[in-house]
């Protein structure tokens, strides 16, 4: 256990990388048919591919991630990247010894092709004539960039989240691609409630008049609505039981009620922070994209059966799920598992009592990162 | 049991009535310690006043509600009153037997003073001139209504959800005018996570530029970001479960994804109408101030502990909750129960095992409605 003895620190300062690939003649095509080009991927890598290129790990990001997990991007930065208690020398996704790379996906707003990018056809930000895309066509993008790494097989893939639902439809569409797939509180396929919130979302920015049918670059932005939207996302991503425990009734700068407009609580602030907070980092229409290529995500639909959908598995499976998760339960962590099983497949399965909500994948890195590390140890060192 | 062979009947056509009170030298004194005056309340009975004047049940109504119960306005109306499956000559709350009455809440724009009402002072609509209130004020109101109705003591006060927070304040402010508290998909406070879905609501009212700061009346009216709030609140009603039910990921109008901008979910298309209906019968400043009233509701705070609120009730108390109602969890309901009981209070609960999440009470009334007309029958018998 020669890792007792590492010092665990920090990336550091890390530079993005790019890499740009599809022509007119040789374009992605996306799941609906219709073709891209060019496509720019944004990612980052962390630690050293070994010779045999057998050490490369994916992390995929969620909703409104991106591919800056861990350290700094400059100097000054005052926040790392968004799972960097889990990526570093001695960390649990130890660079000391993997290879990390994590992109922004496709649609995404943060260096990745995506709606505000600028449509070669016309000289002009996408828009709305951005087409719509589905998971399947985030890892289709990220295969390009693994193939253009020159790595013939990853360690692993992992995400928590839309990330759980890429780590799964990198584990379907490319059996022989990954050695296995580490999916964090995720769902086989989006319920009508998670169609439901996204609709929320969605209908706040489009109702925002700067929205504009989506061509509101260079000019002022859907604020309101996007603000709103993320106010709605951050409720389902929390419990609450950690909502309660976080602000309770608390008032904001009150002691007591004094009824009138400036009554507020706690709660309500840290939401209306929250979505203006966000409104600086994403684009709405890269919102409307992203959302909608996870309502569209359903496994039994697009493979017939999840059995059917597993059965071309080669992947060795860790699904986990967080109790208080009430957007993606428990339960249907649990039934992708029996599928695995039914399917004959390798696969492990832990439930972390936690009160963060969906968010725990985000916040409760202890045990997590226990669990990966000794899940991937064992397994690369066979 | 004469009941077994009573025929089950409509209440048929209801005219609502009309009550004012309040004057300049004798208004009404609010909570946050402002006066208002006059105001109106708009009400419906059913049944008729026993000479002893012992049969009077006060239905109290939730958020979106309205004092029109049971029965048709019209000859033309096409659909009944929201709990008219519970009211009515041979209905759990039987016409034939009771006297019912409903009022529209203070705060509301169904006919009972609110923001939409006409400031005397001015001559225009309140908008947010209207005082800030609270559950204990609409309890106020309705006093003054069975005060005004002659009645002494009623049999029961009886609502859900924001219903259910009103018999409470009845059963604990006038302790001497109820016999009985019927308290339905109920809770003692509202959550962080129950204020935070309100906070969404009114930020999506507010950032509708036909807002303009609640002065809205005879021009545009924000109807897209009242639509928005009644989505969000819309999916906090139902269950995962029941939205699975109704819905599943089925698409509207189609069979198969399209991969364009016509692809829409039932549950969305659904939302949609149920946002838009909303917006031709609620007045958006009524939604922010019956929310924040909500909001306000907490037993506890006001009367130092839930031990403390019930120690000065008379009432005979009946809980439910709903197996499937995460708005409202079962476990708020057991609270009140324990802390009754505490008090040596006399007290029955009941959970109903149930798929509709929250709004149960509005659409199982069969096993709620044998529930409570054997409730009061025991009490009216003795």
Same mark, same amino acid.
């Given at each position: 256990?020669?890792?007792?003895?590492?010092?665990?620190?920090?990336?550091?300062?890390?530079?993005?990388?790019?890499?740009?690939?599809?022509?007119?003649?040789?374009?992605?095509?996306?799941?609906?048919?219709?073709?891209?080009?060019?496509?720019?991927?944004?990612?980052?890598?962390?630690?050293?591919?070994?010779?045999?290129?057998?050490?490369?790990?994916?992390?995929?990001?969620?909703?409104?991630?991106?591919?800056?997990?861990?350290?700094?991007?400059?100097?000054?930065?005052?926040?790392?990247?968004?799972?960097?208690?889990?990526?570093?020398?001695?960390?649990?996704?130890?660079?000391?010894?993997?290879?990390?790379?994590?992109?922004?996906?496709?649609?995404?707003?943060?260096?990745?092709?995506?709606?505000?990018?600028?449509?070669?056809?016309?000289?002009?930000?996408?828009?709305?004539?951005?087409?719509?895309?589905?998971?399947?066509?985030?890892?289709?993008?990220?295969?390009?960039?693994?193939?253009?790494?020159?790595?013939?097989?990853?360690?692993?893939?992992?995400?928590?989240?839309?990330?759980?639902?890429?780590?799964?439809?990198?584990?379907?569409?490319?059996?022989?691609?990954?050695?296995?797939?580490?999916?964090?509180?995720?769902?086989?396929?989006?319920?009508?409630?998670?169609?439901?919130?996204?609709?929320?979302?969605?209908?706040?920015?489009?109702?925002?008049?700067?929205?504009?049918?989506?061509?509101?670059?260079?000019?002022?932005?859907?604020?309101?609505?996007?603000?709103?939207?993320?106010?709605?996302?951050?409720?389902?991503?929390?419990?609450?039981?950690?909502?309660?425990?976080?602000?309770?009734?608390?008032?904001?700068?009150?002691?007591?009620?004094?009824?009138?407009?400036?009554?507020?609580?706690?709660?309500?602030?840290?939401?209306?922070?929250?979505?203006?907070?966000?409104?600086?980092?994403?684009?709405?229409?890269?919102?409307?994209?992203?959302?909608?290529?996870?309502?569209?995500?359903? @496994? #039994?639909?697009? !493979? +017939?059966?999840?059995?059917?959908?597993?059965?071309?598995? =080669?992947?060795?499976? /860790?699904?986990? %799920? *967080?109790?208080?998760?009430?957007?993606?339960?428990?339960?249907?962590?649990?039934?992708?598992?029996?599928?695995?099983?039914?399917?004959?497949?390798?696969?492990?399965?832990?439930? @972390? #009592?936690?009160? !963060? +909500?969906?968010?725990?994948?985000?916040?409760?890195?202890? =045990?997590?990162?226990? /669990?990966?590390? %000794? *899940?991937?140890?064992?397994?690369?060192?066979?």
């Amino acid at each position: 256990m020669g890792n007792r003895t590492t010092q665990v620190g920090s990336v550091g300062i890390v530079v993005p990388k790019e890499f740009t690939f599809g022509t007119s003649t040789d374009p992605l095509t996306l799941e609906s048919g219709r073709n891209l080009y060019p496509i720019t991927v944004r990612y980052e890598t962390y630690g050293t591919l070994n010779r045999e290129k057998s050490n490369a790990i994916l992390i995929l990001h969620a909703f409104s991630g991106d591919a800056h997990v861990a350290g700094y991007k400059t100097e000054q930065d005052r926040y790392p990247g968004w799972w960097d208690p889990m990526v570093g020398p001695g960390k649990p996704f130890d660079t000391n010894k993997y290879f990390v790379i994590c992109s922004n996906v496709l649609g995404g707003c943060q260096g990745t092709t995506g709606p505000s990018s600028i449509n070669p056809a016309t000289g002009n930000p996408y828009g709305l004539s951005f087409p719509l895309i589905t998971i399947g066509d985030m890892v289709k993008v990220q295969r390009y960039l693994i193939d253009h790494l020159g790595i013939e097989r990853l360690l692993t893939v992992v995400g928590g989240s839309m990330g759980g639902m890429q780590a799964l439809e990198w584990a379907i569409t490319y059996p022989d691609r990954v050695r296995s797939a580490i999916v964090i509180a995720a769902t086989p396929r989006l319920t009508a409630q998670g169609i439901a919130f996204n609709a929320v979302g969605r209908n706040a920015i489009t109702s925002d008049p700067n929205w504009n049918g989506g061509n509101y670059y260079g000019k002022d932005i859907p604020s309101r609505g996007l603000s709103i939207a993320r106010m709605v996302g951050h409720i389902t991503y929390l419990s609450e039981q950690s909502m309660h425990d976080k602000f309770g009734r608390r008032l904001q700068n009150r002691e007591q009620y004094g009824f009138d407009f400036n009554d507020q609580f706690a709660v309500e602030s840290y939401l209306e922070y929250q979505g203006d907070k966000f409104v600086e980092r994403f684009d709405a229409n890269s919102y409307i994209y992203i959302s909608r290529a996870m309502d569209y995500f359903n @496994l #039994d639909e697009k !493979y +017939g059966s999840l059995e059917a959908a597993f059965r071309r598995t =080669r992947a060795k499976f /860790l699904i986990v %799920s *967080f109790t208080s998760d009430w957007l993606y339960p428990p339960k249907q962590s649990k039934e992708m598992v029996f599928a695995l099983m039914k399917e004959g497949k390798d696969v492990s399965y832990a439930e @972390l #009592d936690c009160p !963060y +909500g969906h968010d725990s994948f985000l916040i409760e890195t202890e =045990r997590q990162g226990k /669990l990966y590390s %000794s *899940f991937l140890e064992n397994l690369y060192a066979h």
